[in-house]
């Protein structure tokens, strides 16, 4: 297979849960994955190069060892996990290669993107293997990952994936048609939502929790994992992955599902910025009052302690932090200047005050989030 070149094609990130993958907890479909196949030869055609992010490692790895049901203890997880990934990457591979597509295997954790540096080499290999003609099988390396270093759901790491290659549109393939108004499995008079201009409260209440009992997300994952594309100005389909033909009518703006658009956005979204809003954990939350919302989101103002109301979480310098306003709505995520401790000691207080302290006199030169180290979620 010859490379090829992307310059005028598109970009798409398909992420696939764990729920549309298997047929139960330990088995993979493989009658999807040809589908999938099938699909994605016909988007490439039209002009798409993806890259797919995939969960189910651990059930492919219950399958190959025979195991029935899942196991709670974590080096067993990791050990199906370690199995499952090889056997994973083999059922990509045979049902990509009969029609001619060349996979390829990207393990990541947050270790890999925590750091600016690395968060580069994974961007410049992503986009290398796709001029290579080349189709990268995403996933969590969940034989090393432990609480500190995962993503938690492939939500996030598809969303990362979307930024770092800079998609031109993301699918995601799940158990259920797309956002609701409610729990459509407890209300059932809830009703579809086909379009999402802007993730507010009401789109967040309207996420509810997870509603499979598979993947390790839920529908508030993907809600907040496409108010960071929205941002990074990059849409977002979600759509029950075994509707005929759903990646290919996505791909060619065909209505499936909720779509998420990306209007013109009033900030800039860096490289920088996207690091931070998916790049990396976050470590605590800093409530500002509504004259500092204001400053940080119709002004473009970077946030001050004068206007932070309550510090909340544990955090370092230049830690990520989200920033909330006193309903608890998180409308922004940074980078802090300073630690929670010494933050939560100028809580409120004015600049001149601050220079006044000799403990925190620190911040006196400097905002406690600069502007240009602060994204926008709205």
């Not at 002004?299 to 206007?307: I, M, P, T």
């Amino acid at each position: 297979m010859g490379e090829t070149t992307t310059a005028a094609r598109r970009r798409l990130v398909v992420k696939i849960g764990s729920a549309t993958l298997t047929t139960s907890e330990s088995s993979i479909d493989y009658g999807f994955l040809d589908d999938l196949a099938a699909q994605l030869d016909t988007v490439r055609r039209a002009g798409w190069d993806v890259v797919v992010v995939t969960s189910a490692a651990i059930a492919c790895g219950l399958e190959a060892l025979g195991i029935a049901k899942r196991p709670t203890d974590m080096p067993s997880l990791q050990a199906a996990a370690s199995v499952g990934q090889s056997a994973l990457s083999t059922a990509y591979a045979e049902a990509f290669g009969r029609r001619d597509m060349l996979t390829s295997v990207v393990l990541l954790t947050r270790r890999d993107t925590a750091d600016r540096t690395a968060y580069l080499h994974a961007r410049d290999t992503l986009r290398r293997l796709m001029e290579l003609d080349v189709v990268p099988i995403v996933n969590e390396n969940d034989t090393v990952s432990v609480e500190q270093i995962r993503f938690g759901d492939n939500d996030t790491l598809a969303a990362l994936v979307a930024c770092l290659i800079d998609a031109d549109l993301m699918v995601i393939l799940s158990d259920i048609d797309g956002l609701y108004t409610a729990n459509p499995l407890i209300d059932p008079a809830a009703e579809l939502i086909p379009r999402v201009d802007r993730v507010g409260r009401e789109i967040l209440a309207a996420a509810g929790g997870a509603v499979s009992g598979v993947g390790s997300g839920g529908m508030i994952t993907k809600i907040k994992a496409a108010r960071v594309l929205m941002a990074a100005g990059i849409p977002m389909v979600i759509c029950q992955g075994r509707r005929p033909d759903c990646v290919v009518d996505a791909a060619a703006g065909v209505p499936v599902g909720t779509l998420f658009t990306a209007p013109e956005r009033p900030h800039e979204i860096t490289p920088k910025k996207l690091w931070i809003a998916l790049g990396d954990a976050v470590h605590g939350t800093l409530v500002v009052d509504e004259g500092a919302r204001a400053a940080l989101v119709e002004r473009g103002k970077s946030l001050l302690s004068v206007g932070i109301r309550e510090v909340r979480g544990s955090f370092d310098y230049d830690d990520i932090v989200d920033v909330a306003d006193e309903t608890g709505h998180v409308f922004a995520r940074g980078r802090a200047a300073a630690g929670s401790d010494l933050v939560a000691l100028a809580v409120g207080k004015s600049r001149e005050a601050v220079a006044a302290n000799g403990i925190l006199s620190v911040l006196a030169d400097r905002p406690v989030v600069h502007r240009d180290e602060l994204v926008l979620f709205e």
